[in-house]
């Protein structure tokens, strides 16, 4: 990205992270999911530290949230309350540590704190002469609102303790249990149900009478001791404790050489989370020794002693790089987002499902725009929104019947009435997956025995194969009493079908069908990325850069690992037992060499000849080019392939030099 490309991007972001904050923090609204907001701060910071010249005073980053309301006396902290800058991964907090140490005189740090972080509204306490006397809200960090009245009946807050002053910060929260056990008495009252934990305990201190916030289930959990002072975090939430404050009791301390299972927690809390009585969206990690903390200072708003990691999150925000069209098993083109990697739920998500036109339509979603992105179900990557602030300029609305001509030019296409989905004409469900099992079983892909043209037609037509993973569900009994099958034939197949759930990669990547994908393409495929895994996962950029594919290869491909229908079918294929092996060859004899096989040859045939060359790691083509190799001849070779590679000075191997070379 430029600097005017970066600019004018950091410019929308402000102003759309701006207004959240305002409705977020201001008036207790949402406009979009924290997790999003979270999204668009994080690139947001990103962009500032490529750029930083661009960081001017009122961008979102330099401030800790907005300007409080004026229903309340608006009091200035004696300390500001500063906000914790977001990592979102554990290189991202490996950098941090790595920055403080780099301050710190002796280059280590000795211990590091841990908490659960709160998901409500942060609060300071104040106590004069042991006896509580003021309770203000973060605010912008500098100054709070006075909600005194409204604190004060929060029954776990001591109004009295054993220390002459003191000030002490947390969270106001409502429980889980509490939260559900209120919102079914609102269901009983005929009243609606209350949104979310973090919005109620908000809301509730910010009422002007105090009975409101009397009559709701909240707690104040402390989470920093600002006076007296302490020598450690641990040591202040000790003396919080002590003092009878409550805290979350989730609080840690790792010392250096626990580093690694300061990971390993981190890793394990996310799952662990869902048990807490209470809400959370991250863990807080400081350096544990005050002094040290104090003397890192801050950046901007934020100390450098303390980052703030937050768990995976269900919402993001990420780009529309392109918008494919993959035609599934049933004929049916379904639009598919191709999405710059970004992490949803724990997983990376690079496509999301677009459905049909209609929706499309309804969403108006285009290449370049930015979008939130959710998992329905925390399974399927899904488009929520389109945050058409943030889109370039001179986008153009995706025209769908365009797509379909760009990309699959030979194909006709037609949206029969009353439905919002295109299908290919002309052809039924049922003869497309005939089709695409003769594929499956064919010799240049799994070479299932018995499995031909008129079997699979027998099975289908039976009802007793409705996908190719109904393959793997056959028994004998069943097929034999087919009109095609004896038992012997029946077993046959069955042992066939069971052979073929250890293929080779290459074969099963050809067996998918991929449109564009031979055998060749598969094999270089399976040399690129080993695993089936890694395939799926692939990006465009990664694609493209195996040679002899291109952008209409690469697109096909993405669309087919974008599609549900066929990212379900590998599923129950792998939970049939259907696993192909990793590709492990490397430095083959043949590799770089391109051969082309004519004619007949006596040992074998054409295909298996051409699976031996690709085993050594040489590329198969069809046709005579400048980069062949050699050519291959067997009996009555092809006219115009021995022309040609006369004409270019190609060589020619007949099969014994062949068998020779194959050895």
């Not at 005017?4 to 410019?11: D, V």
């Not at 000849?609 to 040489?618: F, H, N, T």
């Amino acid at each position: 990205m430029t600097k005017s490309e970066a600019e004018k991007r950091i410019a929308k972001l402000r102003e759309l992270i701006n207004d959240y904050r305002y409705h977020y923090h201001v008036l207790d609204e949402s406009i979009m999911s924290e997790s999003a907001a979270d999204s668009l701060k994080h690139e947001l910071s990103l962009l500032e530290a490529e750029f930083p010249e661009l960081i001017t005073p009122d961008s979102p980053t330099q401030r800790v949230a907005g300007k409080p309301l004026d229903k309340f006396t608006k009091v200035r902290h004696e300390k500001r309350m500063i906000s914790l800058a977001d990592v979102f991964s554990r290189e991202e907090i490996e950098d941090w540590i790595t920055r403080n140490e780099k301050l710190i005189p002796g280059g280590k740090i000795a211990e590091f704190f841990t908490d659960i972080k709160m998901d409500g509204l942060a609060c300071s306490l104040k106590y004069r002469d042991g006896i509580f006397v003021q309770a203000v809200t973060r605010g912008d960090g500098l100054v709070g609102e006075d909600v005194t009245l409204n604190v004060k009946t929060i029954e776990n807050i001591p109004l009295k303790i054993n220390v002459s002053e003191a000030e002490i910060r947390g969270e106001i929260v409502i429980f889980k249990k509490d939260f559900e056990e209120l919102n079914k008495k609102q269901l009983k009252k005929g009243e609606p149900e209350f949104a979310n934990p973090r919005n109620l305990a908000a809301g509730s201190i910010r009422q002007l009478d105090p009975k409101i916030a009397a009559s709701r289930p909240l707690k104040f959990i402390a989470y920093d001791l600002v006076t007296p002072d302490s020598a450690t975090w641990h040591d202040a939430y000790e003396t919080l404790r002590t003092l009878g404050f409550q805290t979350s009791c989730e609080d840690k301390v790792f010392a250096a050489s626990q580093k690694p299972q300061l990971f390993e927690y981190i890793a394990k809390l996310d799952d662990y989370r869902k048990t807490l009585p209470f809400n959370t969206d991250g863990m807080v990690i400081k350096i544990n020794n005050r002094l040290v903390y104090d003397s890192l200072g801050i950046v901007g708003k934020t100390p450098r002693g303390a980052v703030a990691f937050k768990f995976p999150a269900e919402e993001s925000t990420t780009t529309v790089r392109d918008i494919v069209i993959s035609i599934g098993r049933t004929g049916a083109a379904t639009p598919v987002a191709i999405l710059d990697p970004v992490s949803v739920a724990g997983t990376t998500v690079r496509h999301a499902s677009l459905h049909n036109a209609d929706e499309i339509a309804r969403l108006d979603v285009r290449i370049g725009d930015t979008v939130i992105i959710y998992k329905a179900g925390d399974i399927i990557p899904q488009v929520k929104e389109i945050l058409t602030s943030l889109r370039p300029e001179n986008t153009k609305p995706f025209n769908y019947e365009e797509a379909l001509k760009k990309q699959y030019p030979e194909l006709e296409f037609v949206r029969p009435a009353g439905e919002v989905v295109y299908r290919v004409k002309g052809e039924s469900s049922d003869f497309i997956l005939k089709r695409a099992i003769e594929y499956y079983a064919s010799k240049p892909a799994l070479n299932i025995e018995g499995l031909g043209e008129k079997n699979v037609i027998a099975l289908v037509d039976a009802g007793m194969v409705k996908s190719i993973a109904d393959l793997y569900k056959l028994n004998e009994k069943n097929v034999a009493s087919l009109e095609r099958f004896g038992e012997l034939s029946a077993h046959n197949l069955i042992t066939a079908i069971s052979d073929s759930k250890s293929p080779a990669l290459a074969k099963y990547i050809t067996a998918l069908g991929i449109r564009h994908v031979g055998a060749q393409t598969a094999t270089s495929l399976a040399r690129k990325f080993k695993t089936l895994d890694n395939l799926v996962n692939a990006t465009e950029d990664d694609l493209l850069n195996i040679p002899d594919i291109g952008v209409v290869v690469a697109e096909s491909i993405l669309a087919w690992f974008s599609d549900e229908d066929n990212l379900k079918l590998l599923e129950e294929l792998k939970e049939l037992g259907v696993s192909p092996l990793q590709e492990k060859a490397t430095n083959l004899p043949l590799d770089g060499k391109s051969y082309i096989v004519t004619g007949t040859l006596s040992s074998m045939g054409r295909e298996e000849a051409e699976d031996k060359l690709r085993a050594l790691g040489a590329t198969v083509t069809s046709s005579v080019t400048k980069n062949t190799t050699a050519l291959i001849v067997g009996e009555k070779p092809g006219k115009s392939k021995t022309d040609k590679a006369a004409k270019l000075g190609i060589a020619t191997i007949n099969e014994e030099e062949f068998l020779e070379l194959i050895k």
